[in-house]
């Protein structure tokens, strides 16, 4: 009876040790994602304010989430660019860091129905229907 308890109580004392490995795990791959993701964006964006010659301005922000389910590294590109004359033009962009591939993508000028705007192999018509499509690669 002792020998059981004690085999039960070593196996329950490995998996607590397995689960908080795993938590390191994790919290190490995510910090190894935020730091790929600020080094992506700093290559493309610098500040992430960019002046075109013909007077535009585009302004650059990403975000970024490890998602240890898929075990990727997310990244997602927001940019917004604006020209006093004309609408804005939003464009997303939600990227695989490791296999270097683009997952979702989202472009609309404002006050124009036509939108690109696609979710792996299935297309969209709203930024909003984007970011639902999208939310399950940003959360775990």
């Known amino acids: ?9 070593s196996l329950v004392l490995l998996a607590t040790g397995a689960q908080a490995q ?7 791959l995510s910090e190894k994602c935020g ?28 975000e970024h989430h490890y998602n240890s389910r898929l075990h990727k590294c997310l990244y997602l590109e927001v940019r917004d660019t604006h020209k006093s004359d004309r ?16 997952i979702a993508k989202y472009s609309k000028l404002e006050g124009d129905r036509f939108a690109v705007c696609w979710v792996q192999d299935k297309r969209c018509h709203s930024e909003e229907e984007w970011r639902s499509l999208t939310t399950p690669f940003m959360e775990d």
């Open 22 to 28: 795993t938590a390191n795990e994790k919290s190490e």
């Open 1 to 9: 009876m002792m020998k059981a308890i004690g085999l039960l109580l």
């Open 87 to 102: 609408p804005p033009l939003r464009m997303l962009n939600l990227l695989d860091l490791h296999e270097k591939r683009t």
């Open 35 to 62: 730091k790929q993701a600020a080094e992506r964006f700093e290559k493309d964006w610098g500040t992430g304010v960019f002046s075109h010659t013909d007077g535009r301005q585009t302004t650059s922000n990403y």
